[in-house]
C-alpha cells in the first residue's frame, strides 16, 4: 500500500515536471518563430514548418517521460 | 473600493462555503450503496477497446473468434469496437479517394469532393513529399497520402457521437507505426544501396568505437517510430481524458449549477480536437517523410560528415 501510494506520487509529480519543461521549451520556440515572421514575413511558411517539426520532437521526449508516468501510475 | 472589495470577498466566501457544501455532498453520497466511483468508471469504459458497438438504439455485439496460436504468441483476432472503425475509415478513406479520381478525371475544373480532396493532396505533395524528400520522394507520395487520409479518417470518426477513435489504441498506432519504420528503411535501403546503408550505422568512426556507435545507431532507428506511435496515442488520448474530465465535474457535484462550464468547455475543447485530429495526421506524415528524407540524403556524399553525430 505504502510503495503503491509512492508510485502514485511519483507518477504525478513527473508528469507535472515533464509538462513544466515542454511548455517551457514549446514557448520559447514559438517566441522565436514569432520574432522571426515579425522579421521577415515573406518566410513564415518556412519558419512554420521547422516550428512544428522542433515542437514535435519535443513533444516526442516530452512522451518518453510520460510514458514512464503511466507505468508508473498504472502499477 | 472598501465596501466593493468586503462584498466581492464575501460573495467569494459564499461561493466556496457552497462550493465545498456540494463536494461534501457528493463525498457523503459516495457512501458503499451508491459508488460514486462506478459511475467514473462508466465514462472511461468509453475510451476502451471492447466487444460492444454504441448505437443511438441500444447496442450491438460484436463478433468474437478464438485467439489464433502461432508459435508461442496469441493473436486475438477478433473484431472490437476499435478494430470496426478501424476497418470503417479505412472503407471510407478508399470510397472517397476513388470517388473523387472519378470525379476529377470527368471535369478539368475540380468541385465538390473532388476539390476537397485535391486541396489535402496538392498540401501533402508541395508542403512535406517536395520540401522533406526532394523530388525523389515523389516516388513515396502514395504511401504518405495513405498514412494522412488513414489517421485522418480515424481521428475524425471518433469526435461523431457513438463513434470511438482507433488512434487512442497503443496498438494501432504501433501498427501505424510499424509500417513508417519498415517505409524509412525501405527508403533509405533504396537510395543508398545496402552497404552504404550498413555502413551508415557504424556512424564513420574508428573501428574501435563500432562496439558503441552501432548499438546506439541501430536504437535511433528504433525511437523514430516509438516518438510517432506514442505521440499519436497520447495526443489521441489526451482530448478525451479533458472532456471525461469535464464532464466528471457534473457527476462530481450532482448539482446542475455546474452545468454551464462542462457545457462551455467541452465545447471549446472539442473543436481544439477538431483541429488536434487534423494537425496529428499532419504531424504523423510530415515526421515520416523527414525520416525517410535523412535516409534518402545520404546519397549526395559527405554522408559522415553530415551524419555522424
Redesign the interface.
Known amino acids: 500500500m505504502e510503495a503503491n501510494a509512492l508510485a502514485y506520487l511519483g507518477a504525478g509529480l513527473g508528469a507535472g515536471l515533464v509538462v513544466l519543461g515542454a511548455a517551457f521549451g514549446i514557448g520559447k520556440l514559438a517566441a522565436a518563430t514569432m520574432e522571426a515572421t515579425g522579421r521577415q514575413p515573406e518566410v513564415a511558411?518556412q519558419v512554420r514548418?521547422s516550428m512544428?517539426?522542433s515542437a514535435?520532437?519535443i513533444?516526442?521526449?516530452t512522451?518518453?517521460a510520460?510514458?514512464i508516468c503511466i507505468i508508473l501510475a498504472t502499477k | 473600493m472598501r465596501i466593493d472589495s468586503s462584498a466581492l470577498a464575501d460573495t467569494v466566501r459564499h461561493a466556496s462555503a457552497s462550493v465545498s457544501d456540494s463536494v461534501h455532498a457528493a463525498v457523503s453520497n459516495a457512501a458503499p450503496g451508491q459508488g460514486e466511483k462506478l459511475d467514473f468508471g462508466h465514462l472511461l469504459d468509453h475510451m476502451k477497446n471492447s466487444q460492444e458497438l454504441e448505437f443511438p438504439g441500444g447496442h450491438l455485439e460484436l463478433p468474437h473468434f478464438p485467439p489464433i496460436q502461432v508459435g508461442g504468441i496469441t493473436f486475438d483476432l477478433s473484431i472490437s469496437k476499435h478494430v470496426f472503425f478501424l476497418l470503417l475509415s479505412a472503407l471510407i478513406v478508399m470510397l472517397v479517394a476513388v470517388y473523387a479520381a472519378r470525379r476529377n478525371r470527368k471535369s478539368s475544373v475540380p468541385s465538390g469532393v473532388g476539390n476537397l480532396v485535391e486541396v489535402f493532396v496538392v498540401f501533402i505533395r508541395d508542403e512535406v513529399a517536395v520540401p522533406n524528400m526532394g523530388k525523389g520522394g515523389l516516388t513515396y507520395l502514395p504511401f504518405l497520402l495513405t498514412t494522412f487520409f488513414f489517421i485522418l479518417i480515424m481521428n475524425l470518426i471518433g469526435l461523431i457521437p457513438y463513434g470511438a477513435t482507433s488512434t487512442s489504441n497503443v496498438s494501432v498506432t504501433a501498427g501505424l507505426a510499424l509500417v513508417a519504420f519498415i517505409m524509412i528503411q525501405v527508403a533509405a535501403i533504396r537510395a543508398q544501396g545496402l552497404k552504404h546503408y550498413l555502413a551508415h550505422l557504424s556512424g564513420g568512426v574508428h573501428w574501435a568505437l563500432w562496439p558503441i556507435m552501432i548499438p546506439v545507431e541501430i536504437l535511433g532507428l528504433f525511437t523514430k517510430p516509438f516518438a510517432l506511435c506514442m505521440r499519436l496515442f497520447a495526443n489521441m488520448n489526451g482530448g478525451h481524458i479533458v472532456l471525461l474530465a469535464l464532464i466528471g465535474l457534473v457527476l462530481l457535484f450532482r448539482s446542475p449549477a455546474v452545468a454551464p462550464l462542462p457545457v462551455l468547455f467541452g465545447v471549446a475543447i472539442n473543436l481544439l480536437e477538431l483541429f488536434v485530429a487534423l494537425l496529428q495526421a499532419y504531424i504523423f506524415t510530415m515526421l515520416t517523410s523527414l525520416f525517410m528524407g535523412f535516409g534518402m540524403q545520404s546519397e549526395h556524399g559527405d554522408e559522415h560528415a553530415e551524419h555522424a553525430h
Open positions: 511558411g514548418t512544428i517539426i514535435a520532437l513533444e516526442g521526449a512522451f518518453f510520460l510514458a
